[in-house]
């Protein structure tokens, strides 16, 4: 059976009466801020939230008004952009990865923070630790210590005579270097060498893959994060140029034709988010959310027969946490 875990961790305290005040002066209606890394428009993420807030009772312009704030890929601005939403005084800031998160926490230390999608709150400085939770944020985590091995599994899976496992990751993106740890842990037992290919700027790509050809790597885990999850077309270009079984660290690159991924099911997070916001919104002047275990995983897949289309494939296993 898969195993999968998301962390829900932190704290939101100090909620003080000022807060809320202000937070309900954009025409009587409570304020949600949100800060996107991504650009403004259509996006999954926002849809996947919004529709965590319906399921909560919740309609923008109706009986909520939401303050979204878009970096458009330049992490550099989310710290300016932080600062924006927490001059409009919401009653939470919704901050959907590390960077944002992070951003959203040195902006203020009084506004309730739900962070999403989070591989290492603890080491990023967002959670002193997940047993005794502190400060004013709370959130949704994607570390899991077994996430690693099931990733090579499924890679020995599609590529059995695989020894050499390329993982292409930014140095710099504590989530990528978190997932490469993990992977390290479980390499020896299933008899695979890792070769790490680091990679600072998406001009470095295609060098990353020619120095996967040098060193004759066999296959491919490619780490998400700021750096490689806009451009997984490119990527998974790449991919196939070298003919080399990849499994991708979020779904969006098998979305782009990836041969498939494992990880925290983003969209999902996003979407259960809302009844952190929800609780915030209609709770005392304090409160503490304690962490939770529920699991909750997303396996991709691309599939392609002979004569037909590729299609694609989504399995949510979820795994209810021993007694």
């Not at 319906?54 to 970096?71: H, K, L, P, S, T």
Request: aromatic letters at 8%; a positive charge.
């Amino acid at each position: 059976m898969l195993s999968r875990r998301d962390f829900l961790a932190g704290a939101v305290a100090a909620l003080s009466a000022p807060v809320t005040a202000a937070a309900e002066q954009s025409g009587g209606l409570p304020r949600i801020g949100f800060l996107f890394y991504g650009s403004s428009g259509p996006a999954p993420e926002i849809e996947a939230f919004r529709k965590g807030l319906a399921e909560a009772g919740y309609i923008d312009a109706q009986n909520v008004a939401i303050e979204y704030r878009f970096a458009s890929g330049r992490p550099e601005r989310l710290p300016e952009l932080a600062t924006q939403l927490v001059a409009l005084r919401p009653g939470v800031i919704v901050a959907p990865g590390t960077p944002a998160a992070v951003a959203s926490k040195q902006a203020t230390g009084e506004i309730p923070i739900v962070f999403v999608g989070v591989a290492d709150a603890v080491g990023s400085g967002l959670a002193a630790s997940f047993a005794r939770p502190t400060a004013n944020i709370t959130g949704l985590t994607s570390n899991s210590a077994q996430l690693g091995g099931k990733r090579l599994e499924f890679l020995k899976a599609v590529a059995p005579k695989a020894s050499r496992i390329a993982v292409l990751y930014n140095p710099g993106d504590s989530s990528n270097v978190l997932a490469s740890k993990e992977l390290e842990q479980s390499a020896p037992a299933l008899g695979l060498t890792l070769q790490r290919v680091e990679v600072r700027k998406p001009a470095e790509f295609e060098s990353a893959f020619a120095a996967m050809a040098r060193q004759h790597s066999q296959a491919l885990f490619g780490a998400a994060g700021l750096l490689t999850t806009p451009h997984p077309d490119v990527l998974v270009h790449l991919a196939a140029k070298a003919r080399i079984p990849a499994i991708w660290g979020e779904r969006q690159f098998v979305e782009s034709g990836g041969l498939m991924s494992y990880a925290a099911d983003f969209y999902d997070q996003l979407r259960r988010s809302a009844t952190y916001v929800d609780k915030i919104l209609k709770g005392p002047s304090r409160a503490i959310f304690r962490s939770s275990s529920q699991r909750s995983w997303t396996w991709s897949s691309i599939s392609r027969r002979p004569g037909r289309s590729a299609s694609r494939s989504r399995h949510r296993c979820c795994c209810r946490p021993s007694a």
